[in-house]
């Protein structure tokens, strides 16, 4: 029976390292070792390179708007038109009622121009929107957007699920039991909910307490509510796994060699959780990205006129039958972020450690 | 086992009591959230705000009005600040639709996650498990509203392939046929990410049970491979999709397919809630997020009972 540990797994036996390394057996760290198992995985290091060009060409978006389109991500061209191999086109169609051989024909307006690709010199290369908007641009910046609080909410998340659930890991007892109530309190949650009421609330006037002052359009609302309700799903996880590390001879050793309770935490028990807060981090992103979408979709995320990919397809919908290219392509990006970074994940989760259990639940 | 499930009863009913008591608190401490000022409109008067206040006694304590809020929903006599109706009876309208969908996405993603999962499995590194591990892939990383609407683009009615109707909800007892009808492009659309989600977890237990001692000692006692599969490997590998089903079953359940029932119009309770949300009414959000909250508490305890009767390691002391 073929099994699972195909290609990148078994082939890093010892035999093999020892035999690369001319017959010396050099000590090699766990982290070299990883990223030797990483190297033979094309796969995953080619959606890791999708990622890097995704951010990349987001990143570029102003380059984008000002040298190719020759105009922003808010900017409307409603009324005016476009040459295309020497006719003009009119950007937002006019509609009318024309006479064809005595027939009445009625042709309906308001119809944005479609993709052009580089018929038009890089100008509407996705088309345009209902107000004659550039989508490739508005795409891009949106990009921008949905990536700052994909990573960003990502980033807020595993730190906080990290501190928290060492604090549980090492304390234990009462320490522990209030940090686990908390996960189980926001598990229990129904988060999509939460997350969209949390949103909504804080995007009419933004967040005036204990001295913060958020204001209502600014990305850091979604990023913060984001990262709050997926917090159990890091903690719960690196909690049990720091429980079971805390009882191992290894700490025993360090605290008998008077190490405090920061260098226990950060130098012992974080190194040996640090493979599976990487792969975490990987697959929380990817999650956050189609939160952020979800929750913009339905108004509680990136606010108006800011674009985000979640936004763009909301923004899209009604017009899917006259103008499919609108909410079709940025929902072909956020899919192909995603995927990037769940292969990419899933490639480092069996580089890391191929027995480990890393998931991430919906 | 009595004093586990006592235990558990209470720590719902504390986790019940947290949640609609934070979700009150976040609505009360959100400015602009003042309902007196949003019912009143914008030309109103201070004494208008005032009387609107008394009349629905926003000038007691925080503590005071969380009481009789919950003490309304119980009476099912909670209104809503913007339309007027009883909360209680439109989540009840919403029910048919949110459990007709919950129940036949249910079915279709176990159903096809199980088969998937184990397809990809016994034929792991082979072509067609490295299909179905790409489909996966891209089934976990689709939004499900897009999905909805590109489904709604191409299948549905006067669109390029059409053949299904376009969106809404007729109750099964009005027409079973147009219900199922109209809720075969919800149900795959939701169900989709779970199909994925779920083959995947379950290639992985099937390979990891799969390698077992027992698995290799059934072998050499001869039973055939059929067998050996379904009596053995599988049903120690379903035990984390029945856990996984039993959690995710009840977020469906509680609304928690806010994006599909939107998208697809369904009218249910997932839908009232994103509406609800949308004019910032918190009754209806109160009762919402407990009306969920309770079937997430309660799954979550069937889940860790269903789990100690299969397996007698973890079963409480």
């Not at chain 1, 909690?239 to 008077?258: N, T, Y």
């Not at chain 1, 950060?266 to 040996?272: K, T, V």
């Not at chain 2, 005071?64 to 209680?88: C, G």
């Amino acid at each position: 029976m073929t099994t699972d540990t195909g290609t990148e797994l078994g082939s890093d036996s010892f035999a093999d390292l020892a035999a690369e390394a001319h017959g010396d057996i050099a000590g090699r760290s766990p982290w070299v070792l990883a990223w030797r198992r990483l190297r033979r995985n094309w796969v995953a290091l080619a959606f890791l390179g999708l990622f890097a060009v995704i951010c990349a060409c987001c990143a570029l978006a102003p380059v984008y708007a000002h040298h190719v389109a020759h105009t922003g991500p808010n900017d409307n061209h409603v009324g005016e038109s476009l040459v295309v191999h020497g006719k003009t086109i009119p950007i937002i169609s006019q509609g009318g009622i024309k006479f064809v051989n005595g027939k009445t024909v009625f042709t309906p307006g308001g119809i944005p121009i479609g993709p052009q690709l580089w018929r038009a010199g890089g100008r509407f290369v996705l088309g345009a929107d209902g107000n004659g908007r550039d989508v490739a641009v508005r795409l891009l910046y949106g990009g921008i957007n949905s990536l700052k609080v994909g990573i960003g909410s990502a980033l807020i998340c595993t730190f906080i699920a990290v501190i928290l659930s060492l604090l549980a890991g090492y304390y234990g007892g009462a320490v522990d039991f209030v940090i686990s109530r908390f996960f189980d309190l926001i598990w229990a949650f129904p988060v999509l909910l939460l997350a969209i009421a949390l949103g909504t609330a804080l995007s009419i006037n933004g967040f005036h307490h204990f001295g913060i002052t958020i204001p209502s359009g600014s990305l850091w609302i979604p990023t913060l509510v984001i990262s709050y309700v997926l917090i159990p799903y890091v903690g719960r996880p690196l909690r049990g796994q720091l429980l079971s590390l805390r009882e191992k001879e290894f700490i025993a050793a360090s605290v008998s060699q008077g190490a405090g309770p920061l260098r226990v935490m950060f130098a012992e028990l974080l190194p040996n959780v640090a493979s599976t807060v990487l792969v975490f981090f990987t697959l929380i992103i990817a999650n956050d990205i189609l939160t952020e979408a979800g929750l913009s979709f339905l108004g509680a995320g990136v606010q108006p006129p800011n674009p985000s990919w979640g936004t763009l397809i909301a923004d899209g919908q009604d017009r899917i039958a006259t103008a499919p290219w609108l909410a079709i392509t940025p929902g072909i990006a956020i899919v192909l972020t995603v995927l990037a970074l769940n292969v990419f994940g899933d490639g480092l989760r069996d580089a890391l450690d191929p027995r480990a259990k890393v998931r991430i639940e919906h | 086992m009595g004093v586990f499930v006592i235990r558990r009863l209470i720590g719902m009913v504390l986790v019940l009591f947290a949640v609609s008591f934070i979700t009150y608190l976040i609505f009360i401490k959100i400015p602009g959230g003042d309902p007196a000022q949003r019912i009143a409109g914008k030309l109103a008067t201070a004494q208008n705000i005032a009387d609107i206040r008394l009349k629905l006694g926003l000038n007691h304590p925080f503590y005071v009005q969380y009481y009789d809020m919950m003490k309304q929903i119980f009476e099912r006599k909670l209104v809503s600040y913007q339309s007027q109706l009883n909360v209680v009876g439109q989540i009840e309208e919403g029910l048919p639709a949110t459990f007709s969908l919950a129940i036949g996405a249910g079915i279709i993603w176990l159903f096809f996650g199980i088969v998937v999962g184990t397809i990809s499995a016994i034929t792991a590194g082979r072509l067609s498990d490295r299909l179905i591990t790409v489909l996966a892939l891209i089934g976990i990383s689709m939004p499900v509203f897009w999905l909805g609407i590109v489904g709604r683009y191409l299948l549905a009615e006067n669109h390029p392939f059409g053949f299904l109707p376009d969106s809404g909800y007729v109750p099964i007892t009005q027409s079973p046929v147009q219900w199922a009808y109209h809720l075969i492009m919800p149900w795959f659309v939701l169900a989709v990410l779970f199909i994925g989600f779920y083959g995947r977890v379950l290639r992985s237990t099937v390979l990891d049970t799969i390698n077992e001692d027992y698995v290799r000692t059934a072998r050499a006692k001869g039973i055939s491979y059929r067998r050996l599969l379904v009596r053995h490997v599988l049903r120690n590998s379903l035990i984390p999709i029945v856990t996984l089903f039993g959690l995710d079953f009840a977020a469906v359940l509680g609304g928690g397919a806010i994006l599909t029932e939107t998208v697809f119009q369904l009218q249910g309770v997932g839908q009232y809630a994103a509406m609800s949300i949308t004019t910032l009414d918190l009754p209806p959000i109160m009762a919402v997020t407990i009306y969920a909250t309770f079937f997430i508490v309660v799954f979550n305890f069937l889940v860790d009972l269903l789990y100690a009767w299969l397996d007698p390691r973890i079963r409480p002391a």
